[in-house]
């Protein structure tokens, strides 16, 4: 069996080579033209930064397209002798690749492909991914097996973040000029949530400092560990410029606790892919997990 994942996971490549997976990049553009990046380009910390760099810019508007036709074809084409399961971000949330996705298999059954929806975004794909595939090596599972694992770490799925640039929020008409002002001055940014079946990060509250986002997604996680009488979590983080601090802080929180409960605990950090700054912004951390079951 190989796994194949679209880039909306945030894996950075050492973790993609790790873990032996084929990852198949988002088209991102850049004032209406194509922006060339791939997760394996050289030089792709800078490359990344180059980019956060320009979308800070108002003149510059950032964007994405679905999956192409190509894209999927090349990736199966590399894995054509093998059963693949395909793992992908929430298909209502872009109805362009999930359109190009079925047309893809029911045009190409000469590949043998199973296609997951994580019904999530960000971080919270990855994350299904990371819960799956440690269970999968263990058990020696086979790909029906992996499936039936991932339905069930999807209904445990959840994404947490926080938003630090406002105004591009506002350029990119999700919040008003005047509301992203008022927020700035008096010193608050938004945190963000989304569950599986939603396909959107809704507003959850607004908080003065990072080490306050933490407490607040520490104390979720902690209620539902309880709910769900669990002692397994798998959380999958990624951040841009020096955002890497919040990460930090949340990973020791995190393993503060688990100590504390005896919490089986696997957590990575990522520097955010491109498939997300679009959507995002410069400014931003958040994270994937998976409440094991």
Known sequence: MKVIIDNTCQFDPKLIKKLGITLIDYP?????????????????????????????????????VGIQEKHFLDAFEKHKDDKILLITQSL???????????????????????????????????AQG?????????????????????????????????????FYLSRSGRIGL???????????????????????????GKVRNYKQANARFLASIK?????????????????????????????????KTANELTWNLHIEINYTGFALLPHMGPDFYEMGYVIGT
Not at 143 to 164: I, P, S, W
Not at 187 to 194: A, H, I, T, V
Request: proline share 4%; aromatic share 6%.
């Open 223 to 255: 209620t539902q560990m309880q709910e769900k009488n669990s002692n397994r979590l798998t959380v999958n983080m990624a951040y841009t410029n020096d955002h890497d601090k919040e990460c930090l802080h949340m990973k020791d929180l995190l393993e």
């Open 28 to 64: 991102v553009y850049l004032n209406g033209k194509e922006y060339p990046q791939s997760w394996d380009m050289p030089n792709l910390r800078e490359e990344k930064d180059k980019f956060i760099e320009l979308i800070r810019n108002k003149n510059n508007k950032a964007s994405t």
């Open 178 to 204: 005047a509301k992203a002002a008022v927020a700035t001055a008096i010193g608050l940014f938004p945190l963000l949530s989304s569950t599986p079946q939603s396909g959107v990060l809704k507003s959850v």
């Open 130 to 166: 990371l819960a799956m595939l440690p269970e999968a090596k263990e058990k020696n599972l086979n790909r029906d097996e992996c499936f039936k694992l991932l339905e069930k770490n999807r209904a445990n799925a959840h994404v947490v973040g926080a938003l630090y640039d406002l």
């Open 92 to 126: 209502n949330n872009t109805r362009a690749t999930r359109d190009t996705l079925r047309d893809v298999l029911k045009k190409h059954p000469e590949y043998d492909i199973k296609a997951f929806d994580t019904e999530i975004l960000a971080s919270g794909v990855g």
